[in-house]
């Protein structure tokens, strides 16, 4: 029982969730509109099936973790690890072949849960991006999730165009200098889009001040980000001593992974995993309250704000006005719906 | 001026109050889409006009109850408890035709209020089902009201299939033991269907016990229900000490009236009516405890929940796996389908 | 860049705020479907531009205010008065044509800003009407401004009948008597429609109270009302000595202007000015306590009421039964339906 028709790009790696997120209780998660029940097996193993019973079409999510099996608090149902219907106390056992429901494949990897909505036998372990800096034991990770009221596309163009730095955070922006020249590289390989910044010759951010004795060093600050389909983006953030190499300064890793969750909400999974200071926790507290801020109290607004818009927009067929700064957003634009354009056409070739 | 379109059956005796509830207040309730306006009269008379002033809509139950007229607070028009506009001091007293307003036919019977929404001349009074139960001296009623935003047949189903009880209800299904063995007997006779079920040896649940000396008595626990159109349940749920008559054990009534009020959301009146313990107020307060934990805090989350679902379904093509436990419903959901067919086509043909 | 497509008349003069609500503060305000950002510049002449930035969409209300240009919050774009495009922080200083939004002619009149969103060449100041009565020093205005959730017309059909006074308002109405008896003329020249209301012999209402020594005098009062498209609203209310001329008594002004925001709220702006007591703080405190609770507990809820059965109303196909004294409203709701048509044809022919 596939999803057969979706607005939703499915053959793609997802993420659904943090490790940490998923245990003995059952967690309920939509992506890209399909619903969701996560837990983990008594062997450790993250395990996803459909989140709907197929009877009465109570949220499994709302049931019962009895070992191994998903127990749907409804009518009692059982669920395996694999989706199959393996108890049904209502008739006497029977259990039809329509009372299965799908499992998912699912990866965790990099303490992120992986999860693969579309066609199996499309699904490659290999194709998960590299986010080893979140578990890289010599970084220190602070990280968070929220669902944010607004598409997808909209978090992900925020994040693939950064020039909103020195506005919408320019409370944190004024705390550094020299941020109006930058120079900027977009690249893209196959279906990956880079979007490399460099400001030469700038005091370093709040973020990285502990890495330095004299606050007054002048440095190159480097802002490196790379997109995967879709949604997936990590960027290298860091700052070295002027004209040296990167290896004679800072840095920090950033994770933003902003999946679809309905047509008019998303989730984003966010985190920091930097190289120096880490067993400082007064940085680990200036992360927090930059991920709070930047994150939660500036971009989420924004965002959900023009989301708001978007009947007004459609209404009156507006069309954003692309800049030269957006090459970057535009580019992974048109792959999405490249994407999506491909899949939709060979389901109805089905 | 007739409600002409609708998704909803009007041919048919709805529930629109219990008889406490109409008094010399107006009561403004919405049943299957129409809004209407209930009042008693001078001499006791329940009575219910449409529930908005056709000159410009204003909705009726804001207005004032002058000994049998409903004056519209808007501007001032009166209609009497037939519907017929009888002032308008807004012209002169000038009255067209088209200010008048339907009356419903209107039964008290049983402490509730039925209505006719539909043809006049198809409203047969005997056409009420029986819940002389609930005004029955032998019994000791209790009963409430609730509303859910859930569609009427979701509400429905969950009472024609009472297999739910040992998993949504399981913390009071806990106390009693022996309920997994089930002879179950669906039954249609015309438009009304049985569904019988007897749970032979088992410990009596805790709403019950107070009808025994020793409580770990075996009993046969017994619960008949019984639907008519549409949403008009009544159940006789009874212990006896196995093996012997239904003379010689206890039982009570339970009253389960599901209106629809719009297509997403449904009136929910329930009642228990008991042959044992009549004077006892410990057993009156079981009962309403059970009937605010099980049927508001369990029920209706769950229906609320599974509506939520109902976009998610219907664009996926989803329907729900009938499990031979879902008989009964199943036949009810095919005479509800069939008499609304009936009943549009006939209003085509007008 | 102009509003294509409507379900609003644009080509007329709108209220889109009070003077005093416009200052060197972004004000975002919805019109007719349009959002506006409004502000003051520096020389004090007050501002209009599109509220919304063409790059990313970002409300420019959440922007800042630098000198008499807006400076989007989201990527720093900058507009000045004319809705130019003067600075892109983005790209090199790049600005392309698209960038530039529209700036709307306004005009400061009557302590009211006056709106365009129109055609440019059609906008004449000298067809604002006549709302000076809110700045004549010979009188004391006490004024507010409410948000309906509720069609603009609904709210139009209100302040045109009111025949309403004596039963929404009746609280305030039963403090003076004999409203019984009225004398009508409605009357219409080009789109201006006038409904006056004479009512002999009758006692002052408490808001005329203050003008009379002997507070059982029996006066004529007069409440003639006038209406310019679209919801401008005036209306003079007094009192005479019976059978004497106008000048011999006192009045006020009021002020009912009614916008549509989208199709399903609108902006009400109102006032009261008066000719007598003006220096009595007791008179200002008669007339907050008659705007607060007959416009906006009395007004608003029963609009809101009425709108929120919009749906039912009209899947049934019901329409208001007009009364005679719904003469003015009917002619109002010609006006605007044959002023939508003409707009909306000569849109299609551009």
Chains 1, 2, 3 share one sequence.
């Not at 953030?237 to 004679?248: A, D, I, L, M, W």
Request: negative net charge; glycine residues 8%; proline residues 4%.
């Amino acid at each position: 029982m596939t999803n057969k028709t979706s607005e939703f790009i499915l053959n793609t790696w997802y993420v659904i969730a943090w490790s940490d997120e998923v245990n003995r209780t059952l967690l309920g998660r939509t992506v890209a509109g399909v619903p969701v029940v996560l837990y983990r097996r008594l062997d450790g193993t993250a395990t996803a099936i459909h989140g709907v019973c197929p009877h009465r079409f109570a949220p499994l999510a709302m049931g019962n973790l009895i070992e191994d099996r998903v127990q749907c608090n409804y009518h009692g149902l059982e669920f395996d690890c694999s989706g199959k219907c393996v108890k049904n106390p209502q008739s006497g056992g029977q259990v039809v072949d329509a009372l299965h429901i799908d499992a998912y494949p699912l990866q965790e990897k990099h303490s992120l849960i992986w999860i693969w909505l579309g066609d199996r036998d499309k699904a490659q372990q290999q194709d998960i991006p590299d986010f080893s800096h979140l578990t890289d034991p010599a970084r220190r990770t602070i990280k968070g999730l929220s669902r944010v009221n607004g598409g997808h596309q909209l978090m992900v163009d925020n994040l693939m165009d950064l020039g909103h730095f020195n506005y919408l955070h320019k409370a944190m922006a004024k705390l550094s200098t020299g941020f109006e020249d930058v120079k900027r590289e977009v690249r893209q390989e196959g279906n990956t889009v880079f979007n490399n910044l460099l400001f030469p010759g700038c005091k370093p951010t709040v973020l990285f001040q502990s890495g330095f004795e004299d606050k007054d060093t002048i440095v190159d600050q480097f802002n490196d980000i790379r997109w995967d389909p879709i949604g997936l983006m990590r960027n290298q953030v860091g700052v070295t001593p002027t004209g040296r190499g990167r290896e004679h300064g800072i840095n920090q890793y950033g994770t933003h992974i902003v999946i679809p969750e309905t047509v008019d909400s998303c989730h984003y999974f966010y985190g920091s995993s930097r190289n120096y200071s880490q067993d400082d926790e007064t940085v680990d507290a200036l992360f927090r309250q930059w991920q709070q801020r930047a994150l939660n109290d500036e971009d989420k607004p924004m965002i959900e704000k023009i989301h708001a818009l978007q009947p007004y927009l459609r209404a009156n067929g507006r069309t954003p006005v692309m800049l030269s700064s957006d090459g970057a957003a535009v580019r992974v634009q048109r792959i999405v719906e490249s994407m999506l354009k491909l899949e939709q056409e060979a389901r109805k070739d089905k």
